[in-house]
């Protein structure tokens, strides 16, 4: 074998190791992560600090969460499907629940935030309001570009493709090609749409 081959085999085996090891303190904290491809550095998987409300972390096989990837349940659950990955310092708040289907993918440095503020009058601060949790849903095959920010309450048809930078504060068609703040419907992918 040359060398650099070697080298490349002893990064990828190494790599496997590490991913096995951090998937087995995950499931001793209780996430179901079965066969995982790959954790990467410093991963944050919390709960809410309240036991009665701790919210559930539940991972397909195949699922790839990388370096810097954070993911806080605030009582909600997190239901990620098959082969999703999801991008470096990635964050999801899961306050309402969060879904992600199958075979998605998530670029680095998104967020999804299921909850909002409510907005009090002046003299009332905001920090002082509770959470209004809303589940978002992402369907399957679905593509957020780097730095979508996804909010409460939206639902994500499966197929979707969501423009670098944009914020999605309503739910998206099935196919939808869409980008902006806030992210509009442009296009459809080929064999979608409302004509199909």
């Known amino acids: 074998m040359k060398p650099r081959r070697w080298v490349e085999s002893i990064r990828y085996r190494w790599s496997r190791a590490l991913t096995a090891t951090r998937a087995a303190r995950l499931r001793l904290r209780g996430v179901t992560i ?3 491809r790959i954790i990467g550095r410093a991963v ?17 096989t ?6 810097g990837v954070a993911i806080n ?16 310092y990635s964050v999801i708040y899961a306050h309402g629940g969060v879904e992600i289907g199958d075979d998605t993918l998530i670029a680095m440095h998104c967020c999804i935030a299921a909850a909002n ?6 003299g009332t601060s905001i920090r002082s309001q ?25 639902e994500i048809g499966d197929g979707c493709v969501v423009g ?3 914020v999605v504060t309503s739910s998206l068609p099935s ?8 992210a509009r419907v442009v296009a459809y992918r080929a064999g979608a749409g409302p004509a199909h």
């Open 175 to 182: 196919g939808s090609i869409a980008h902006g703040t806030p």
């Open 62 to 67: 195949g699922v790839t969460l990388e370096q």
């Open 34 to 36: 079965p066969a995982p």
């Open 44 to 60: 944050s998987l919390r709960w809410s600090n309240n036991p009665e409300q701790r919210g559930t972390l539940a991972f397909g």
């Open 164 to 166: 670098a930078g944009s």
């Open 73 to 88: 349940t605030y009582g909600g659950d997190v239901a990620v499907g098959r082969n999703v990955h999801i991008g470096p």
């Open 117 to 122: 503020h409510n907005v009090p009058p002046m």
């Open 130 to 154: 509770p959470d209004v949790a809303a589940k978002v849903r992402i369907g399957r095959d679905v593509w957020l570009g780097a730095r979508v920010c996804v909010l409460a309450g939206v």
